[in-house]
């Protein structure tokens, strides 16, 4: 009897050891394979995002930062020109809500591997605009883009002329951006780069209504 009460704990012994090692190897694979995946998570969420990119995300993105550089620029010039204190108001107000814009679609360009200059060739399909369309600055393949000699104007101008000038011009510009905003709405394909141009389409229709009053009372 000691015997095989003996041989049976040594075999249950065996037995509990070798269920230890297993377990012991199946967690270090687990580990192992949790360090994988968070290990490859950085590349694969990258490569994702370059993939949701189509052309018209990269050309939204390519000829909006210039489109709202212009903006800030003209946006810049009100504190010490305009008269108007609502205009000066909403000046700051543009500034304020651009400048991150720029820098959020740099960050995308960097993140898709593309240039964040624009092309030379920058006309994008369905943004095409032909001169005489009732808007000041509209470029064709820009819409609502002011002219150097345009930009030149403005700067020149103060007080009531320039809070004229300035509605005027930041109406058309807007209305461009609009234009762009929804053709990146109806062709884009990345989510962000979709959502920011619902913002902007959203935000500076807002504002070109107050623009629009501001001319009026003018």
Request: proline share 6%; aromatic share 2%.
């Amino acid at each position: 009897m000691t015997p095989t009460i003996l041989r049976r704990a040594a075999l249950a012994g065996v037995a509990l050891s070798a269920l230890l090692t297993v377990a012991a190897c199946g967690g270090a694979d687990d580990a192992g394979g949790m360090t994988h995946d968070a290990g490859s998570a950085t590349p694969s969420a990258s490569s994702s995002a370059s993939a949701n990119a189509n052309d018209a995300d990269v050309m939204f993105a390519q000829m909006m930062i210039p489109h709202h550089q212009q903006a800030v620029a003209m946006a810049d010039l009100a504190p010490t020109r305009a008269s108007d204190s609502e205009l000066k108001d909403l000046a700051a107000k543009i500034k304020a809500a651009q400048d991150p814009e720029i820098a959020t679609m740099k960050g995308w360009l960097t993140a898709w591997g593309k240039p964040t200059d624009l092309p030379s060739d920058h006309s994008m399909p369905g943004m095409s605009a032909t001169p005489g369309h009732g808007m000041p600055g509209m470029d064709a393949g820009m819409p609502g883009m002011m002219s150097e000699q345009q930009m030149k104007d403005l700067a020149a101008a103060k007080g009531p002329a320039f809070d004229k000038m300035f509605a005027e011009m930041m109406i058309a510009h807007h209305k461009g951006a609009i234009d762009m905003a929804r053709t990146e709405q109806a062709d884009g394909s990345n989510p962000e780069a979709k959502a920011l141009a619902a913002k902007i389409a959203s935000d500076q229709a807002a504002e070109v209504q107050t623009l629009q009053k501001i001319l009026d009372r003018l």
